[in-house]
């Protein structure tokens, strides 16, 4: 079984700052970990992934996350805010099971201040 | 390359009618997923297909919900009949193979009254 946890479904930050989302998820095989971003009336769009290769990953916007196996985490960051990030950002697990079933977590809603 | 096309995009409807909502796969995708978002449960999945053939139906809530995937090019998702609590966000997704990334449909917002 697996899940996904992200800790705030709130997040505000100005323009500029450094972004900061959480993501805890648990597994009980080697996960594949993913962020997505999703826009006002549209769907999810994959913002980067984590297959085990190098632990820190980098995705489209300038965004990036760190797998540390240790403390079970997948943090998304970005160290400068722009007004167009703001969205609503899902992470997700997926085993080896079939299908490659994505779990997602409850979602952060990013703000940027001007 | 036009992405997972959805239709329709709104759907506003009363209760007790059957609703159908629509979905065109990416071309050459094995899996298609249908997940539905509300603000209370977030993301559910309800169900996938593998090479048009149902795997897993376990989240679709009701006898009311069925899923059909009659070629590559096209599924649905039918409510009969509907209700107030079926109003949501349902999403289309597939992929190409089980380790590629999931593509996701602009959804169609359903409302129920």
């Known amino acids: 079984a697996q899940s996904v946890t992200q800790l705030g479904s709130h997040v505000s930050v100005s323009e500029g700052a450094l972004v900061l989302l959480r993501c805890n998820y648990s597994?009980?095989?080697?996960?594949?970990l993913f962020w997505y971003v999703q826009y006002p009336n549209q769907g999810l769009q994959l913002l980067l992934k984590?297959?085990?290769?190098?632990?820190l990953v980098k995705g489209i916007n300038g965004f990036e996350a760190e797998f540390k196996k240790s403390e079970t985490s997948f943090h998304l960051t970005k160290p400068s805010a722009h007004m167009s990030d703001a969205a609503e950002y899902f992470c997700?697990?997926?085993?080896?099971?079939?299908?490659?079933?994505?779990?997602f977590g409850g979602g952060t809603r990013l703000m940027v201040k001007p | 390359d036009a992405g997972v096309i959805q239709s329709p995009r709104h759907e506003v409807t009363e209760m007790g009618q059957e609703v159908t909502l629509r979905c065109k796969p990416i071309s050459g995708h094995d899996y298609l997923f249908w997940y539905r978002q509300t603000m209370m449960r977030g993301l559910e999945l309800l169900i996938y297909f593998n090479n048009n053939v149902p795997i897993d139906d376990s989240g679709m809530p009701e006898d009311r919900f069925s899923a059909k995937m009659p070629n590559a090019s096209f599924s649905t998702l039918k409510i009969q009949p509907s209700e107030p609590r079926d109003s949501a966000v349902y999403f289309c997704?597939?992929?190409?193979?089980?380790?590629?990334?999931?593509?996701f449909g602009n959804g169609t917002r359903l409302t129920v009254t």
């Open positions: 984590y297959t085990s290769a190098a632990t």
């Open positions: 597994s009980s095989v080697p996960p594949y």
């Open positions: 997704a597939t992929k190409e193979s089980s380790n590629s990334p999931l593509h």
């Open positions: 997700a697990v997926s085993g080896f099971n079939a299908g490659n079933m994505l779990t």
